[in-house]
T-cell receptor, first 117, second 118 residues
Framework: AQSVTQLDSQVPVFEEAPVELRCNYS??????LFWYVQYPNQGLQLLLK??????LVKGINGFEAEFNKSQTSFHLRKPSVHISDTAEYFC???????????????FGQGTELSVKP | DAGVIQSPRHEVTEMGQEVTLRCKPI?????LFWYRQTMMRGLELLIY????????DSGMPEDRFSAKMPNASFSTLKIQPSEPRDSAVYFC????????????????FGPGTRLLVL
């Protein structure tokens, strides 16, 4: 079975500073990895995903994440954040076979990013 | 495309009442997911359907919860009787399979139904 740990429940940061949101996963099989963002009172929106290929994945809004198999991590980064990036961010994992058959995702507990002026 | 549509957006009910949440997936998507989000437990998958058939309902908390998908464009999640601990935001999401050897598309989430059971 897969599991996801988001190491920080809250990350406060000043505008234009870089940020890294950490995500570690546990799985005995090959996985797909995802980052979703949830703005207040909205549903989740996909930021980026790693399915295969390059371990550095670029997503929307200037975010990127790097898949590190040896460290079982998929940390999310942005070199310069904006006030509008304030939201909750969820890391998710799926067994590759299960994902292609039915699409089940296991989500982490979320990290609340708060960007201050 | 209108995206995933959920109704109602907000529901306040009293303990013991029946609650029905509705979801219309994106047209053409063949998988549908129901999630529950709470402060304590985060985002939990309750059940998901593939081609209208329930595939995994291991996340359904107890017999008070039931979900149906009578056709490709509609699903319901019912709680009967409801209890205060069911208060949460319930999300529906849908995605599309590109075939046995193909890759699955992203899950698209609806705006959620905020349920409060008094």
């Amino acid at each position: 079975a897969q599991s996801v740990t988001q190491l920080d429940s809250q990350v406060p940061v000043f505008e234009e500073a870089p940020v890294e949101l950490r995500c570690n996963y546990s799985s005995s099989v090959s996985v797909y990895l995802f980052w979703y963002v949830q703005y207040p009172n909205q549903g989740l929106q996909l930021l980026l995903k790693y399915l295969s290929g390059s371990t550095l994945v670029k997503g929307i809004n200037g975010f990127e994440a790097e898949f590190n198999k040896s460290q079982t991590s998929f940390h999310l980064r942005k070199p310069s954040v904006h006030i509008s990036d304030t939201a909750e961010y969820f890391c998710a994992v799926s067994d590759r076979w299960i994902y292609n058959q039915g699409g089940k995702l296991i989500f982490g507990q979320g990290t609340e990013l708060s960007v201050k002026p | 495309d209108a995206g995933v549509i959920q109704s109602p957006r907000h529901e306040v009910t009293e303990m013991g009442q029946e609650v029905t949440l509705r979801c219309k997936p994106i047209s053409g998507h063949n998988s549908l997911f129901w999630y529950r989000q709470t402060m304590m437990r985060g985002l939990e998958l309750l059940i998901y359907f593939n081609n209208n058939v329930p595939i995994d309902d291991s996340g359904m908390p107890e017999d008070r919860f039931s979900a149906k998908m009578p056709n490709a464009s509609f699903s319901t999640l019912k709680i009967q009787p409801s209890e205060p601990r069911d208060s949460a935001v319930y999300f529906c999401a849908s995605s599309n399979s590109l075939g046995d050897r193909g890759r699955r598309e992203t899950q698209y989430f609806g705006p959620g139904t905020r349920l409060l059971v008094l």
